[in-house]
């Protein structure tokens, strides 16, 4: 499983997956296509520069997108796994109406991920950290969204190290 994961690793992992600059890059590339050169901040004028800056950077750092050249910034087949399982995962938590019936795809996504945490970082052996808190459906339904995310944890180790700040130009 995550077993060569320690928590603080697993913490590190669950930090990136949940910031709202990721999820919005990933799925945005995921859903239109990659982002043209000069075109990062028109396609998420929410966010600043600073934080379109920083996002990009870890995102590259963890090996999620690339600059394709001719073409802008494209996922990774890293990243690319990524977006089928923040789909997945909401769509689970849109299933069960969580954490509530209206709500924004990335809230959705921080949320979901806040259940996966305890499950993944300390041994469960008794039974679910959220039992009788979501349903028995819900608590079945979520296996597939942590199946996904321990396969993609394995698979991309590099995204529970913590990375340097990112460099000055």
């Not at 800056?53 to 590259?60: D, E, K, M, S």
């Not at 993609?152 to 700040?165: M, T, Y």
């Amino acid at each position: 499983m995550t077993a060569s994961f320690t928590p603080a690793e697993l913490r590190n992992a669950f930090a990136l997956l949940s910031s709202p600059g990721l999820i919005r890059l990933i799925t945005e590339i995921d859903d239109n296509g990659p982002i043209p050169p000069r075109r990062l901040a028109g396609t998420l004028p929410d966010l600043s520069s600073h934080h379109l800056r920083r996002t990009t950077h870890v995102a590259r750092s963890h090996g999620l997108v690339r600059v394709a050249p001719g073409i802008g910034l494209a996922l990774t087949e890293a990243g690319s796994e990524l977006a089928d399982f923040y789909d997945a995962t909401a769509r689970w938590a849109r299933r069960h109406a969580y954490p509530t019936r209206v709500c924004d795809f990335t809230t959705r996504l921080q949320h979901s991920l806040s259940l996966l945490v305890p499950a993944l970082v300390a041994d469960r052996t008794n039974g679910s950290p959220h039992e009788g808190t979501l349903g028995i459906e819900a608590e079945t339904d979520l296996a597939r969204p942590r199946a996904l995310l321990l396969q993609w944890l394995n698979a991309n180790p590099q995204v529970a190290v913590l990375l340097d700040p990112e460099p000055v130009a």
